[in-house]
């Protein structure tokens, strides 16, 4: 199943049927891998007459129900369900496939609210690196492997584009040209090199500090780490919410201009209403749902439930 390098995107649009069946990401390979040994181990104890893997494909149901009684988040469940529906191939519109409990904004803990770690980490002693995360939203992987070289002002990024396009770097060519086209109005950028799943972004610095930003990257040199050393302490995904929050700020039109009943295109190909109605813990708050696709582009995801369910706060 490993197709690390492989296009995703192509595969899904194109071939389905591999699209299925592959593993893109080194990283997902790893989880999935990690809680397969758990379902085994799990067999292995409970039913001990089950050899193969092959017999082992009918317990899944019963082995994710005791990860719902267990009181293991919707999160941990969600993995586990489709590193298994991964491995046995099983479908979305197989009857038998195992239902997960869904995951809502106010079950999540990761990064709100005070930690104990947060005891050994002083936001005055960082304030310039809470300041440049802020403004970035990385995830911790780049953050710590930033390089002068990452920093792009306009001009610079349509050069890049131009000689992507040339060698036939396709990967690097889109990222270039979304983050250009999405927007157009934002001066610099970070190139997020080799994020989630290999992937590489082009987003916006924002907020009040893009001067404070763009000073540091410019007094870098090109080879070498914008940052020596990241504190493990460092609540860097937190602080992706703020940057997400403040695009939105940014991006969002007055609700009481826009009209329910006019459809958007959305990052997967259906038109919905330019209102997104909130559920769960903020039922009923209204968003302006092209500036949400906005900020799901900026932090790398494509997909406005993510982007409203884990990072916009305070609104």
Request: aromatic share 10%; charged share 35%; proline share 3%.
């Amino acid at each position: 199943m490993q197709a690390f390098g492989d296009s995703k995107r192509i595969d899904k649009i194109e071939n389905p049927e591999e699209f299925a069946r592959k593993i893109y990401s080194f990283s997902t390979y790893q989880t999935y891998f990690k809680h397969i040994k758990y379902f085994i181990k799990w067999i292995q104890k409970e039913h001990p007459e089950v050899k193969t893997l092959k017999k082992a494909e009918e317990f899944v149901p019963e082995w994710l129900q005791t990860r719902v009684d267990k009181g293991l988040s919707a999160w941990t469940i969600q993995t586990e369900e489709a590193a298994l529906n991964k491995l046995y191939g099983i479908k979305a519109d197989d009857e038998n496939r195992f239902q997960p409990p869904r995951r809502l904004k106010e079950n999540i803990t990761r990064s709100r609210g005070a930690k104990k770690r947060d005891a050994h980490f002083s936001e005055k002693a960082n304030e310039e690196l809470i300041n440049f995360c802020k403004a970035c939203g990385f995830r911790r992987n780049v953050l710590e492997r930033l390089t002068g070289s990452d920093l792009f002002d306009r001009a610079k990024a349509e050069t890049a584009f131009t000689e992507a396009q040339e060698a036939g770097n396709e990967a690097l060519a889109e990222a270039l040209l979304v983050g250009l086209k999405t927007f157009p109005e934002q001066d610099y950028f970070i190139l997020h090199r080799r994020d989630k799943g290999g992937k590489t972004r082009l987003s916006p610095i924002v907020g009040p500090h893009i001067d404070a930003v763009v000073q540091r990257m410019k007094a870098t040199l090109p080879s070498e780490k914008v940052w020596q050393y990241v504190s493990s302490n460092c609540d860097v995904h937190g602080y992706r919410a703020d940057y997400a929050t403040s695009i939105y700020r940014q991006y969002a039109r007055p609700i009481e201009q826009l009209d329910y009943r006019k459809k958007i295109r959305c990052s997967d190909g259906k038109y919905r209403s330019e209102i997104y109605i909130c559920r769960g813990s903020e039922r009923r708050k209204r968003l302006d749902r092209r500036a949400v696709g906005i900020i799901s582009i900026a932090l790398g995801h494509s997909r406005e439930d993510t982007a409203i369910t884990n990072y916009i706060r305070n609104l």
